[in-house]
């Protein structure tokens, strides 16, 4: 497992390219049998294993590319050398999220080295597109043709890094929506001299950003906190210090519980939009609606199986950002998320414990025993 580990990490598969993991993958489920698909949408690579012919479908979900490294002389070890100092293996990508693939295809080996008659159809689907913006290719149009030949999952595990402070401590049972957005604000651009002939676009908007900060969107619930708005961009102006602009761009976004609606954040939002008689336009762009694992026999699967191999339960909840969850989450499937501690992911010096990569493949493998015996 840690040598093929390193093989991935030693692949610069910066989203969106695979660049060659899946061919490693690949030989490796072969080998144990799983019938390989690659599915491909223009510029991005996709991987769906099976093996089983009949029974129930678990899905373990996971991505090979990774996020660019930054600057490369600041870290310990180069980013892509997979080096392994004591007892942590250093690398972009190590947390999120080769090692849980790895762990992934390690913990079907074992299990399905223990003999057992398999009672349900195991699948392993990653993406080389998780994490970047361009919609062509992620898993949402895997899951729609799945649902289309009536190829439903079951019990989905993603690999994300969950993780807090110890392996397994937190699972995720689901994850909050996102949905962002682009607001022009338009006023009318003239000499700062002469404020009677210019209507200022960035004044108009201070009122509007403190509403924003103090408005309650819904007060979240057992699972979730509560939807919050963040704006990550302001940009106005035309570089000279004597004119008032014509507009204003402001780029925000919330990450909503289950709460709250697409609907409904649009309302509220475009509401204090007209209340304050602006002249403004948006357009939004939802990346993802929350989910949330109700049912229970799933997630008794995942609690029970982590308590058995390190004597602790993990916390069950909903936090974080979003996942690749909420396409499969169409499906009606019941679906965990754990993985590694998150501390150093998308970070200079990103790694895993190697000890710890053993205890996640070890419960990996558990939860596919437990699995199969209540069927």
Same mark, same amino acid.
């Given at each position: 497992?840690?040598?093929?580990?390193?093989k991935l990490i030693q692949i610069k598969s910066i989203s969106p390219k695979d660049m060659g993991c899946f061919d490693l993958i690949e030989a490796e489920l072969k080998q144990l049998n799983f019938r390989c698909e690659r599915i491909n949408y223009q510029n991005v690579e996709n991987l769906y294993a099976t093996i089983g012919d009949s029974g129930k479908l678990f899905c373990f979900l996971g991505h090979t590319d990774v996020v660019p490294t930054g600057?490369?002389?600041?870290?310990?070890?180069?980013?892509?050398? =997979?080096?392994?100092?004591?007892? &942590?293996?250093?690398?972009?990508?190590?947390?999120?999220?080769?090692?849980?693939? =790895?762990?992934? &295809?390690?913990? =079907? @080996?074992?299990?399905?080295?223990?003999?057992?008659?398999?009672?349900? !159809?195991?699948?392993?689907?990653?993406?080389?597109?998780?994490?970047?913006?361009?919609?062509?290719?992620?898993?949402?149009?895997?899951?729609?043709?799945?649902?289309?030949?009536?190829? &439903?999952?079951?019990?989905?595990?993603?690999? *994300?890094?969950?993780?807090?402070?110890?392996?397994?401590?937190?699972?995720?049972?689901?994850? !909050?929506?996102?949905? /962002?957005?682009?607001?022009?604000?338009?006023?009318?651009?003239?000499?700062?001299?002469?404020?009677?002939?210019?209507?200022?676009?960035?004044?108009?908007?201070?009122?509007?950003?403190?509403?924003?900060?103090?408005?309650?969107?819904?007060? /979240?619930?057992? =699972?979730?906190?509560?939807?919050?708005? +963040?704006?990550?961009?302001?940009?106005? /102006?035309?570089?000279?210090?004597?004119?008032?602009?014509? *507009?204003?761009?402001?780029?925000?976004?919330?990450?909503?519980?289950?709460?709250?609606?697409?609907?409904?954040?649009?309302?509220?939002?475009?509401?204090?939009?007209?209340?304050?008689?602006?002249?403004?336009?948006?357009d939004w762009d939802l990346n993802g609606n929350p989910y949330y694992t109700k049912d229970n026999f799933f997630k008794d699967i995942v609690s029970n199986s982590v308590e058995e191999i390190t004597g602790y339960s993990p916390e069950l909840n909903?936090?974080?950002?979003?996942?690749?969850? !909420?396409?499969?989450?169409?499906?009606?499937?019941?679906?965990?998320?754990?993985?590694?501690?998150?501390?150093?992911?998308?970070?200079?010096?990103?790694?895993?414990?190697?000890?710890?990569?053993?205890?996640?493949?070890?419960?990996? @493998?558990?939860?596919?025993?437990?699995?199969? +015996?209540?069927?």
């Open positions: 497992m840690i040598e093929l580990l390193q600057p490369e002389e600041k870290w310990k070890y180069p980013p892509f050398s =997979a080096t392994i100092d004591g007892d &942590i293996l250093y690398g972009r990508g190590t947390a999120d999220m080769k090692a849980p693939v =790895a762990a992934f &295809i390690e913990s =079907a @080996k074992e299990f399905l080295n223990l003999k057992e008659k398999l009672n349900f !159809r195991l699948a392993i689907l990653l993406t080389s597109n998780e994490e970047g913006t361009s919609k062509d290719g992620f898993i949402d149009k895997i899951i729609e043709k799945m649902i289309q030949d009536d190829e &439903i999952i079951d019990f989905c595990l993603v690999g *994300e890094p969950t993780s807090s402070e110890k392996v397994a401590d937190c699972v995720r049972i689901g994850r !909050r929506g996102s949905l /962002g957005g682009s607001l022009k604000i338009f006023g009318k651009q003239g000499h700062i001299a002469y404020p009677e002939k210019v209507v200022n676009p960035i004044l108009l908007s201070g009122e509007l950003i403190s509403k924003l900060n103090k408005k309650v969107w819904d007060n /979240g619930n057992a =699972a979730f906190d509560p939807t919050s708005f +963040q704006i990550s961009n302001i940009n106005s /102006g035309t570089g000279a210090h004597n004119v008032v602009p014509g *507009e204003l761009e402001l780029i925000f976004n919330f990450r909503f519980s289950t709460e709250s609606t697409e609907e409904s954040l649009k309302t509220d939002f475009e509401s204090m939009l007209n209340e304050l008689h602006l002249n403004y336009h948006i909903a936090k974080g950002g979003t996942s690749d969850g !909420r396409f499969v989450a169409q499906m009606d499937t019941e679906i965990i998320e754990l993985g590694p501690v998150n501390k150093s992911i998308h970070q200079i010096d990103e790694h895993v414990k190697i000890s710890e990569l053993l205890i996640l493949k070890d419960i990996y @493998k558990k939860i596919l025993s437990n699995l199969n +015996q209540s069927f």
